[in-house]
């Protein structure tokens, strides 16, 4: 086995692509020359990428830049010849994502240094496709991940445009792990209040997937609320009736105020959203598209009809979706229009297009006109690098001002356009989309008519009366075929539905009591070591609450969402591991208040949840038909 040949086994076992790619004949491997110490070195482009003398002098100082300052991951722009990477290696940083822009760099070097040992590192990754690199900066590191970014000075000036693409999109992403993170901690505990306030509505109403592949080549118009919907929102009334027209909530009353209802209006939020909506015969026109996470009064709201969709995202949801009679679970990349485009798909929808996604901001303004703010002003601060937003939501007296981080995309027109963290985790999510739809159904036309904004990669990007004159030509049976669906409700397994609900309360009954146990032995700890500092009665309650920890975390393996409900106190409990404390007696004092915490927060949050799932079992047993009598469905229309 020659020296390429061993290093392509090594890079096949995490990128089995770009191994493939390299063994290509019509890559042309830079030439690989000698320094007067006897390593390498290359030329190219015209510019020696290591010193023609001794690389190694040069790597020192490299090295030492990088080791001087805390990082979780080093995310390197350039290879070559791979002395960086080894000496990170070697000095124990071996958490390492590199980016290689050249297939031509590396292949020469691939072909004449063996670095295999290296590459086979667990945490070692090499990539030469900036969309995997990216994929894997996501979901290898952390928000709370410090990610150090280099590049050597050759790299730097030989692939200029190239290194500022790296910097830009490894910042968005790593916002994007960020605000996961925030999300995680803000919302999980009222999605799940919210699941169970809603479980007399999934009887109520059937689930979206009763409409599967009823639209089988009709075309979507999906609806964002960006500033550019007022270049093209006029043109949805000549169409309705002939497309299937789904708005983002925030999207529905600017529609209106263009003359356009939309067949369904999406909504996802844990809090109720009375500000979206008219309370004219407008609203008694629609239907909603609702997530079984949405605020309970989303449910109450007086309109036409209602659909419910599971989320994949829900621990609780992939339980118990199918007990209510759905088999699709939603895919959502924190936006409703990002699900509408996936719900698209199972509807089998074709072409499906987009207006209003602008992902980035307008003239002034964050939405289209006619949304919930009343009075926006914004101020690009591009120096600093932020934006600040001046704004007054329709339910407010008085105007407030936030401020972002500003972060950059790249625009229909080619150039960047301004953006901020939420924005930017949609535009990656429809990237990452459209890249794994394009090659599984490359049949779907998915089309962006916003007519501004950002650009997304593996969607065209043309206007709404170009769609329209090409693809919206003959009326199409909408509202019968969403009539029909409302008539066909799967049938609902209540049995299933109070056999998961039971097995949930015994479990969370089991980690409530030892989340207790190991409380009392904690505190009794913190005691003995008040009174008498560190000794070898510690080591008994240590083994006592590792016992109890086993045992804890065998049954949280059976209710995975708990941990749905308490990630606030793991984001907690990451913070502290990443605190030093040299003092052995003070970093056992802090290991016990941690422990004291933590386990204070899990009983507590069980004691949350056993009432709501008592409450959930007294739903279903009401909810269930009496036996021997048939179900009286409800009806659909109203509330």
């Known amino acids: 086995m020659n020296i390429l040949e061993k290093n392509l086994k090594a890079i096949a076992k995490k990128n089995k692509e770009l191994s493939e790619r390299l063994k290509r004949e019509d890559i042309k491997a830079v030439e690989i020359e000698r320094t007067k110490s ?13 010193s023609i003398y001794d690389p190694w002098k040069e790597i020192a100082i490299q090295t030492e830049e990088i080791l001087s300052k805390d990082s ?21 940083k071996k958490k390492i994502i590199v980016y290689e822009p050249s297939l031509e760099i590396l292949k020469g070097v691939l072909e004449n240094i063996d670095i295999s040992d290296i590459l086979s590192e667990d945490h070692v990754y090499l990539f030469c496709d900036m969309n995997t690199f990216i994929n894997t900066v996501r979901t290898s590191t952390e928000g709370l991940d410090d990610l150090l970014t280099y590049q050597p000075l050759p790299y730097r000036v030989t692939f200029p445009e190239e290194v500022k693409e790296f910097l830009n999109k490894i910042q968005n992403v790593h916002i994007i792990n960020m605000t996961g993170l925030v999300t995680e901690i803000s919302s999980r505990f009222s999605w799940l209040s919210n699941y169970f306030s809603n479980l007399p509505f999934f009887q109520k109403y059937p689930p979206v997937d009763t409409l599967r592949g009823r639209f089988r080549d009709i075309p979507l118009i999906i609806v964002g609320a960006g500033p550019s919907l007022k270049k093209n929102a006029h043109l949805l009334r000549d169409i309705k009736g002939k497309a ?10 600017p529609l209106v105020r263009y003359g356009v209802v939309p067949d369904f209006v999406i909504s996802a939020e844990k809090t109720d959203l009375p500000a979206y909506f008219t309370y004219g015969e407008e609203d008694r026109r629609i239907r909603l598209l609702l997530g079984e996470i949405s605020h309970p009064n989303m449910f109450k709201r007086d309109t036409k009809g209602k659909f419910v969709y599971f989320n994949g995202f829900v621990e609780l949801s992939i339980k118990q979706a199918k007990f209510w009679g759905s088999d699709y679970l939603a895919l959502a990349g924190g936006s409703v229009t ?18 209003g996604q602008d992902l980035a901001f307008g003239e002034g303004t964050t939405h289209a006109d006619g949304c919930v703010y009343v009075d926006q002003n914004i101020v690009l601060d591009t120096k600093k690098n932020e934006v600040h937003i001046r704004e007054r939501h329709i339910a ?9 981080k500003l972060l950059w995309l790249k625009g229909v027109n080619g150039r960047p356009v301004p953006s901020k963290y939420d924005w930017v985790t949609f535009h990656k999510w429809f990237e990452d989309y459209m890249r794994e739809l394009n090659k599984e159904k490359a049949s779907v036309k998915v089309i962006n008519a916003t007519e501004g904004g950002a650009y997304i990669e593996g969607m065209e990007h043309t206007t709404l009366k170009e769609v329209i004159d090409n693809f919206i030509v003959s009326s199409k049976p909408v509202e019968e075929i969403i009539q029909e669906a409302e008539s066909s409700r799967p049938p609902i397994d209540y049995d299933g539905l109070s056999g998961s609900f039971n097995d949930m309360e015994k479990d969370i009954k089991r980690i409530q009591r030892l989340a207790t146990d190991i409380l009392k032995e904690a505190r009794s700890m913190k005691r003995t070591v008040e009174r008498k500092g560190m000794s070898l009665e510690l080591q008994k309650n240590l083994a006592r ?3 109890l920890e086993e045992r804890l975390f065998d049954k949280t393996r059976y209710v995975s969402f708990i941990w749905e409900a308490l990630s606030e106190y793991t984001f907690e409990l ?34 949350k949840l056993v009432p709501l799932i008592d409450e959930g079992k007294d739903t279903i047993r009401r909810l269930k038909p009496v036996e021997g009598r048939e179900y009286r469905k409800v009806a659909l229309t109203g509330h």
Request: hydrophobic residues 40%; contains cysteine; proline residues 1%.
């Open 574 to 607: 990451k913070k502290y591991l990443r605190d030093t404390i040299d003092d052995e007696e003070e970093r056992f004092k802090k290991d016990i208040d941690t422990m004291v915490h933590s386990y204070t927060a899990i009983r507590d949050v069980c004691g």
């Open 38 to 50: 006897g390593d390498f070195t290359f030329r190219y482009r015209g510019r020696y990428f290591h």
């Open 396 to 404: 407010d007296t008085k105007s407030y001002t936030v401020s972002f």
């Open 338 to 355: 990002t699900t509408a485009l996936d719900m698209g798909i199972m509807l089998g929808c074709n072409p499906i297009v987009f207006i």
């Open 72 to 92: 979780d991951w080093v995310l390197l722009f350039g290879m070559g010849c791979a002395y960086l990477l080894r000496a990170l290696v070697r000095e124990g």
């Open 244 to 253: 299937l027209i789904i708005a983002a909530a925030t999207a529905y009353r």
């Open 545 to 547: 609450i590792k016992r």
